[in-house]
């Protein structure tokens, strides 16, 4: 059965946590789309950890992870974090990379930092991951898939310079940089195969006959809905699908078996990077819920950045729910919101003075203020807690209050960074 694990807003909703706890259960753990521009952080029996490209499976014995077909692969990276776990007492996970993957180069590094600097003010808020120009070559078709490393070594030289050519014009005449060093590439691409020799295979086939096994499959993803190029808030969004369909896609299997998706959402907003957010606050409002939420503070896993916050909008949770295909809801990080008197919720926005309850296009989104009703707190600490009914009935309220705006049930409440933090419905 495979099961997908996705974001409904802008990413950092606790996808890392939900894959980490539902993989006790599961055989095969997938990443299907991004890259290593976005962190996943997990708090369990080996410590604290924010994983990049590794699936959030690796903990434990039983499971296979799999870097799909769809992942933008940075390979030192990876191989990094697979260092940085082993290093603090992981056993190695059984790893497997598809021979469809393309790789992450590292002109693709450097053309992300030289374009944001380009941009300057009009930056898109990139994490100079390489991932919009490594998006973008694989959809030009000069990209680099994983099985050119194996293939005959002039055919990649050739190849080499043929890309180095149309990289080099922007290199040299946009940005006055260095033009690309064919010899010291193919050195890098050869190092690059010796990395991944041990885990490459098809992927593709690997799980269509375990998924006909009747093996338990989750898909984990990257990001948010919110984030999506198609249905996101377009230009400030990713540059792969971030929607539980495209975990078809990603990782190469049919799409009637993806039967369950949870649609993690967390019980405030925040958001990373620019691009509207319609229920942000600001100030010492914000600085609270920034340091109190999360575990340790709303801060980027791959920059240290600090997140943007706000209060939950019904309307962005509902569309991404809805884009998502949910057919449940994680709910996340409620625990944070137990120091607050009133909890503000957004439950509409009003935009050229009318109030709708559907997301917009992005260039009204951004002309859109937030509709809030204030919900009582429920002033308490929820950790610790198993049982529904033990919640506080403020607490309670709330959770049926976003239910009902969303329209999706909410089967899991998470109520500490920790695996056993949660609340089964
Ligand atoms: P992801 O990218 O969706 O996996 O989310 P992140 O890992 O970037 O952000 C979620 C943050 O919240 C991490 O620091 C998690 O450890 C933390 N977290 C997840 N669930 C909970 C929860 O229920 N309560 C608290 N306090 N923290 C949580």
Known sequence: MVKAIVGANWGDEGKGKITDMLAQDAEIIVRFQGGANAGHTIVNDYGKFALHTLPSGVFYGHTTSVIGNGVALNIPLLFKELKEIEDRGVPAPKLLISDRAQIVMPYHIEMDALEEERLAGRSFGSTRSGIAPFYSDKYAKTGFQVNELFSDENELKEKIHRISEIKNVMLVH?????????????????????????????????????VKEGKNVLLEGQLGALKDPDHGIYPMVTSSSTLAAYGAIGAGIPPYEIKQVVTVSKAYSSAVGAGAFVSEIFGDEAEELRRRGGDGGEYGATTGRPRRVGWFDCVAS??????????????TVLDVLGYLDEIPVCTGYEIDGEVTEDFPVTSRLERAKPVLEKLPGWKCSIRGIKKYGELPENCRNYIEFIEKKTGFPITMISNGPGREDIIYR
């Open 174 to 210: 946009l940005y006055k940089k260095p033009p690309i060093d064919e010899t010291e590439l193919f050195e890098t691409l050869m190092g690059y195969r010796d990395m991944v020799k041990p885990y490459v295979c098809d992927t593709a086939a690997y799980l269509y006959t375990a």
């Open 318 to 331: 509902r569309y991404g729910m809805r884009l998502q295909g949910t057919t449940e809801v994680a709910f």
